[in-house]
């Protein structure tokens, strides 16, 4: 059973940065890409980024393309998402996710983990 827990979120103003952690325990994901999806109030969840298990592949959605940055350590078992020159749409719940496939996906149903979450909230 996998566990990932996030941490890092908080409020912000706009412009200003936040780093986004997920620490994963219970069996060995290092093999597999690593997600961060987002959910706004009243919104459906929403792709973020993803990284493969070496880290050589990196993908994003089109609203986070030049400010975010997805990372990963292997040997700390953890996901970063370093988010630049946030803006008021930014506001959500960040989740990160490990995927079900060796591929990186932008699919939410190809992530069977998930973590609880944790909020950003950018204010203008």
């Known amino acids: 059973q996998v566990q990932l827990v996030e941490s890092g979120g908080g409020l912000v103003q706009a412009g200003g940065s936040l780093r986004l952690s997920c620490a994963a325990s219970?069996?060995?994901?290092?093999?597999?890409?690593m997600g961060w999806f987002r959910q706004a109030p009243g919104k459906e969840r929403e792709f973020v980024a993803v990284?493969?298990?070496?880290?050589?592949?990196?993908l994003y959605g089109d609203s986070v393309k030049g400010r975010f940055t997805i990372s990963r350590d292997n040997a700390k078992n953890t996901v970063y998402l370093q988010m630049n020159s946030l803006k008021p749409e930014d506001t959500a719940v960040y989740h990160c996710a490990v995927s079900r496939f060796l591929r990186p996906s932008t699919t939410i149903n190809d992530y069977p983990y998930w973590g609880q979450g944790t909020q950003v909230t950018v204010s203008s």
């Open positions: 219970g069996r060995t994901f290092e093999t597999y890409p």
């Open positions: 990284i493969s298990w070496t880290g050589g592949t990196t």
